[in-house]
């Protein structure tokens, strides 16, 4: 079972930069990818960025449209540990982050077990 943890957040004001970390630990076997969803107050979660394991047959990284240009991912094999960078913050970019293990990357059925998120980080991003 992997067990993740985010931090980084925490309170920047418009235009500030923060570095999300995603330490995962336990077992990796399974996990192929690790999604970063952010989820602010009275709004569903959103997909913010994904990075491959390096395990699967695919090779890939994705930031949505709304942080295209802002926001990178990254990851650090030797420490477990995904990043997301964020640069050039707005306000709406403000929520609980979250990071996900997600088994079968890439896959018709792909599925992140109940088991594999780890317990958000909150970012405020002040106007």
């Known amino acids: 079972q992997v067990h993740l943890v985010e931090s980084g957040g925490g309170l920047v004001q418009a235009g500030g930069s923060l570095t999300l970390s995603c330490a995962a630990s336990?077992?990796?076997?399974?996990?192929?990818?690790i999604y970063w969803y952010r989820q602010a107050p009275g709004l569903t979660r959103e997909l913010v960025a994904y990075?491959?394991?390096?395990?699967?047959?695919?090779?890939?990284?994705y930031v949505a449209d709304s942080v295209k240009g802002r926001f990178a991912v990254s990851r650090d094999n030797a420490k477990n540990t995904v990043y997301l960078q964020m640069n050039s913050l707005k306000p709406e970019d403000t929520g609980v982050y979250y990071c996900?293990?997600?088994?079968?990357?890439?896959?018709?059925?792909?599925?992140?077990?109940?088991?594999?998120w780890g317990q958000g980080t909150r970012v405020t991003v002040s106007s």
């Open positions: 990075i491959d394991s390096g395990s699967s047959m695919y090779s890939s990284t």
């Open positions: 996900a293990g997600v088994v079968g990357f890439g896959t018709n059925w792909e599925y992140i077990p109940d088991d594999n």
């Open positions: 336990g077992s990796m076997l399974n996990i192929d990818a």
